[in-house]
């Protein structure tokens, strides 16, 4: 069985950093692309940033230049850098496993239970 645990959130003030991380089990971390959500009150959940299984990665237009995602295969753990922090930036944080076989990261049905980021202003 998949496991799929986050963890890193917090709260900080707005510029600030924080460093997210979320731990697979139960799969073949190395051959899965990774992906990272975002939700906040009231809102959808959105795709920041994926990462293939050969480290290509990809970021919303809202995060790039300030987030960096990683993954360290030997860990079995993806991370999601978090750098010059906003207000809207606060949400809770979702990490998801890819679709196995998928040429391309698409979200399966494994997600963590989320860990909260609130950026003051």
């Known amino acids: 069985q998949v496991q799929v645990v986050e963890s890193g959130g917090g709260l900080v003030q707005a510029g600030g950093s924080l460093r997210l991380s979320c731990v697979v089990s139960?799969?073949?971390?190395?051959?899965?692309?990774m992906g990272w959500y975002r939700q906040a009150p009231g809102k959808q959940r959105e795709l920041v940033s994926s990462i293939s299984h050969g480290g290509i990665t990809n970021y919303a237009d809202s995060v790039k230049s300030r987030f960096t995602i990683s993954r360290d295969n030997a860990k079995n753990t993806v991370y999601l850098q978090m750098n010059s922090l906003k207000p809207e930036d606060t949400a809770v944080y979702y990490c998801n496993v890819g679709l196995l076989g998928a040429i391309y990261y698409r979200p399966s049905a494994y997600w963590g239970q989320g860990t909260q980021v609130t950026v003051s202003s």
């Open positions: 139960g799969s073949t971390f190395s051959s899965r692309h």
